[in-house]
T-cell receptor, first 114, second 114 residues
Framework: EAGVAQSPRYKIIEKRQSVAFWCNPI?????LYWYQQILGQGPKLLIQ????????DSQLPKDRFSAERLKGVDSTLKIQPAKLEDSAVYLC????????????FGPGTRLTVT | KQEVTQIPAALSVPEGENLVLNCSFT??????LQWFRQDPGKGLTSLLL?????REQTSGRLNASLDKSSGRSTLYIAASQPGDSATYLC?????????????FGTGTQLKVEL
């Protein structure tokens, strides 16, 4: 069974530029999550989708971050414009359902903002 | 607000030793708890998932326990091997405004030496 796929794996941009990350969840998984992991910390949830609807985006900095999940399958997370403090690993996870199901994580995208 | 603490932050042991990693959380209203392993520069690998109604789960040399009332979980690793060297993250799955999310600890960095 294929795991969660993410691309790119690495990205270096200058501050004020824009960047987009892509995630393809495990086939059949209805729930998709984006987490941000700053060096030395545990991941922090940014947004949760159930199919193609947003369930929780309370911790997404909406002035610069946006995310979509068209057709309820793959998802894109965008940052525009980027700030230095956005340097982190962006992890995508998926689960079969919501609350009681195990979350499976992709390899992440390491973003460096200079 | 859920807070997750992991002790110790780092641990170095000789090969073959049995060891215990600790995780504590402040809000006992949880769906489940997951233990993950993270290798440097990699994503998260799920090790064990314990539902809130369960007391423990076992997988090979790993055993995780959950005491929801006291807000504690432990991960027991038997007969440690150099390949077990990684950062171990505890994550509590709790209720958000509209869905659920994992709240992570900052991890225990384990090094198993020959």
């Amino acid at each position: 069974e294929a795991g969660v796929a993410q691309s790119p794996r690495y990205k270096i941009i200058e501050k004020r530029q824009s960047v987009a990350f892509w995630c393809n969840p495990i086939s059949g998984h209805a729930t998709l999550y984006w987490y941000q992991q700053i060096l030395g910390q545990g991941p922090k949830l940014l947004i949760q989708f159930q199919n193609n609807g947003v369930v929780d985006d309370s911790q997404l900095p909406k002035d610069r971050f946006s995310a979509e999940r068209l057709k309820g399958v793959d998802s894109t997370l965008k940052i525009q414009p980027a700030k230095l403090e956005d340097s982190a690993v962006y992890l995508c996870a998926s689960s079969f359902g919501g609350s009681f199901y195990e979350q499976y994580f992709g390899p992440g995208t390491r973003l460096t903002v200079t | 607000k859920q807070e997750v603490t992991q002790i110790p932050a780092a641990l170095s042991v000789p090969e073959g030793e049995n060891l215990v990693l600790n995780c504590s959380f402040t809000d006992s209203a949880i769906y489940n708890l997951q233990w993950f392993r993270q290798d440097p520069g990699k994503g998260l690998t799920s090790l064990l998932l314990i539902q809130s109604s369960q007391r423990e789960q076992t997988s090979g040399r790993l055993n995780a326990s959950l005491d929801k009332s006291s807000g504690r979980s432990t991960l027991y690793i038997a007969a440690s091997q150099p390949g077990d060297s990684a950062t171990y993250l505890c994550a509590v799955n709790g209720v958000t405004g509209g869905g659920n999310k994992l709240t992570f600890g900052t991890g225990t960095q384990l090094k198993v030496e020959l």
